[in-house]
């Protein structure tokens, strides 16, 4: 199966869109809680990773629901 360039760039701007919202939510835990600094790099780096999931899933979901990705 051969994507096209639009496919591509489409996925490139999720991921980015999702990493982002992943990352502030990981930094913004990082600083909101008061953990010794390598506690909260860790937990906030799994938070960050499972938000950027969760936004990742839930954009796709919407996009396939209304009919703009396969």
């Given amino acids: 199966m051969k994507h096209t ?21 990981g930094w913004a835990l990082f600083h909101g809680l008061d953990l010794p600094r390598v506690l909260g790099a860790l937990l906030a780096a799994i938070a960050g990773m499972v938000i950027a999931t969760a936004v990742w ?12 990705v396969p």
């Fill in 5 to 25: 360039p639009g496919e591509i760039l489409w996925s490139v701007l999720g991921i980015l869109v999702s990493g982002a919202a992943g990352g502030v939510a």
């Fill in 57 to 68: 899933l839930g954009i796709t979901l919407i996009l396939r629901r209304i009919g703009l």
